[in-house]
Nanobody, 122 residues
Framework: QVQLVESGGGLVQAGGSLRLSCAASGSIFSINAMRWFRQAPGKQRELVAGITSGGSTNYADSAKARFTISRDNAKNTVYLQMNSLKPEDTAVYYC????????????????WGQGTQVTVSS
């Protein structure tokens, strides 16, 4: 089993910055892609950014030029640096990871964290 724990959320004024972290722990053999999602009240969960184990990244249009995803493979941790925050960025932010615990298996499992609240005031 793999556990993901997010941290770094909070209340910030519009134009401010926050850095989210998501640390994976447990029985980990390898982690492939890691991603950040968010879910605002009354809305569907949406992808914000993703990063492969090799460092390739992708972003939602709303996150491009303002957010940066990165990871530290040695620490099994993914980060999301969020700059120029807007009130519409207010949401619960979740990380997920595709990981496996069994080195003899090719099956990856997708794990989710519990989420961290980000609130941007105008």
């Amino acid at each position: 089993q793999v556990q993901l724990v997010e941290s770094g959320g909070g209340l910030v004024q519009a134009g401010g910055s926050l850095r989210l972290s998501c640390a994976a722990s447990g029985s980990i053999f390898s982690i492939n892609a890691m991603r950040w999602f968010r879910q605002a009240p009354g809305k569907q969960r949406e992808l914000v950014a993703g990063i492969t184990s090799g460092g390739s990244t992708n972003y939602a249009d709303s996150a491009k030029a303002r957010f940066t995803i990165s990871r530290d493979n040695a620490k099994n941790t993914v980060y999301l640096q969020m700059n120029s925050l807007k009130p519409e960025d207010t949401a619960v932010y979740y990380c997920n990871a595709d990981a496996k615990s069994d080195p003899t298996s090719s099956v990856l499992y997708r794990y989710w964290g519990q989420g961290t609240q980000v609130t941007v005031s105008s």
